[in-house]
């Protein structure tokens, strides 16, 4: 069957969360935008890719496909994937080595992916060889800055009895004691079983993370998560050697050599790689393999992107777990996945599973 590209198009979506307004200490967010790309083969086959952005611009994204990428696209085999990232890469590497042109390419990446799983007709875990066949869960969706410390404990609450046993909770209030009240508050509701973990998203500075950190320990936190700027290895690395709660990173890094930097400098403990913000599937499994060699597990980053890092980490021996965020995003998938007793379901249908329903792209489509 051809995989010979003869079409390529893409979608922008924003489509309004149905919850209460999200915040994080850097971020209020009410919808998300989405890119889809749409590759068609002279042989029949349709793959899909996406990315997303809970911030407004992902249209920048769109250009670089449209104007840069589509062109290179147009014509080539989609089996040769590799050389056809690295094409994309070096067309426009002068001014988006990182950020919305690699967005861009990531979501291209996935289309070439769902060829060719499409191709085999295997989705995507098992294309690339189960390591299991469910992938444990665990919840951001109650632990956010907007919640009061009881709506945190009533949510968290919820979470356990829904047959989760890890929540997240969101740190990087002006008050950082105000923080750690609401860590207790919340250890104290649901027992010492449950694991907690916390995500600053950047706000501390080295000092505000030295003074508050070593105290997560009293609540047995299971990780920080990106305590300050991403961009500062130095001060992670600093920060980890003077504290026992690991620290997690990821979200934000976009290279494999970011998480090498990170990983040599003993700076990063858990390995949140986030494939749509790396190159793609093919990035993301260098960084795993990385990850290992240094016997550090991978949780990977996600919000909207559960079924392809789902998918990812069945098929990764040392992937711990898997994000659940923004739940009532699901059904704008084609076939969604869902979490029962703190587990996903894996897709049974061939490819990625990254294909957005018609009906989503009638109602949010604004480019
Ligand atoms: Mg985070």
Redesign the pocket.
Known sequence: MSLKITGVETVLLRVPLKQRTIT?SQSSVTDVEFLQVVLRTEGGLTGYGMNWSYTPGLKAAQVALDQNYAPLLMGADAVQRRELVRQMFFSNHFIGRVGATRVAIAAVEFALWDLACKAVNLPLWKMLGPARTRVKAYS?DGGWLSWSTDELVRDATRLVERGFDAV?L?LGLPDPLEDLARIAAVRKAVGPKVQIMT?V?CAWTLATARRIAPRLAEHDVTWL??PMMPEDVRSHAVLQRAISTPL?VG?TLYTLQSFRDYIAEGACTFV?ADATKLLGIDEWLQVAALAAAWNLPVVP?TNVQQKLHVQLAAATPNALMV?NCYESLNEMWVEPIYVRDGHYSLPQEPGCGLQIRDEVIRDHRIG
Request: charged share 60%; glycine share 0%.
């Open positions: 994080d951001t997240k969101k995500d998203n998560e990106e997690a979200e949140q980053h994000e």
